[in-house]
């Protein structure tokens, strides 16, 4: 119930390619739910969040789809860079939970390959 | 504006010392704090967090212990690491009101 499914666990992209990386969740009670972009030796920083009353929010070239029926949501980043190179974590949590504790999960490691 | 100070940045530790990491929060008052775990391909564990001075809730039994000694300062503890214990620490910190986390750099553990 608690759980986070997070996938690929890798994924190579070449330059200007689209990456797409998806999580799926069980909880219904989740009401928010970020990406979290990581860069090796660093701590994650946030990237984009969405709630689950739109199905899309677009931050330039990263955009979240979600769809609530499916409990699903996904990353998409156009026009892949070499610098978005990182770890990318997909986490829920909801509004009045366990203090705003997320739920991540286990990471997709991204490649843009020049 | 806020910022999270977390050190150090690498330690290597014999198995059964001692562990002590400490991680500060600038610019905010009274924010939740977390530590969390990160091993190789296994994604971000929770290991402590808290609401306030004092007040630790632990998601996995373990090896390790939390304090909150200060409004904004948070330590995590172990009497004697264990070779499991090796990972990738990382503290953050969030408003009570606002679900977003912001993390420090971490530190990286290796129990030899």
């Known amino acids: 119930q608690q759980q986070v499914k997070q996938s690929p666990q890798s994924l190579i992209v070449q330059k200007g390619g689209i990456s797409i990386i998806n999580c799926a969740y069980e909880?219904?009670?989740?009401?928010?739910f970020p990406w979290y972009q990581q860069f090796p030796g660093k701590g994650p920083a946030l990237l984009i969040a969405i709630r689950p009353d739109v199905s899309e929010k677009k931050e330039g070239r990263f955009t979240i789809s979600f769809n609530k029926s499916a409990k699903q949501f996904s990353l998409h980043i156009m026009d892949s860079q070499p610098g978005d190179s990182a770890t990318y974590f997909c986490a829920a949590t909801y509004y009045g939970g366990s203090q705003g504790n997320l739920i991540f999960g286990k990471g997709t490691k991204l490649s843009v390959k020049p | 504006s806020q910022t999270i100070h977390q050190w150090p940045a690498t330690l290597v530790q014999p198995v059964g010392s001692p562990l002590s990491l400490e991680c500060t929060v600038e610019?905010?008052?009274?924010?939740?704090l977390y530590w969390y775990r990160q091993a190789a391909g296994r994604g971000l564990q929770l290991l402590f967090y808290?609401?306030?001075?004092?007040?630790i809730s632990s998601e996995v039994p373990q090896n390790l212990s939390a304090s909150r000694p200060q409004d904004r300062q948070f330590i995590l503890s172990s009497k004697k690491l264990l070779l499991s214990d090796s990972g990738f620490y990382l503290c953050?910190?969030?408003?009570?009101?606002?679900?977003?986390?912001?993390f420090g750099a971490g530190t990286r553990l290796s129990v030899l």
């Open positions: 808290s609401v306030g001075i004092g007040q």
């Open positions: 909880n219904t009670a989740f009401d928010y």
């Open positions: 953050a910190w969030s408003l009570s009101v606002n679900l977003i986390q912001y």
């Open positions: 610019g905010t008052s009274n924010p939740n």
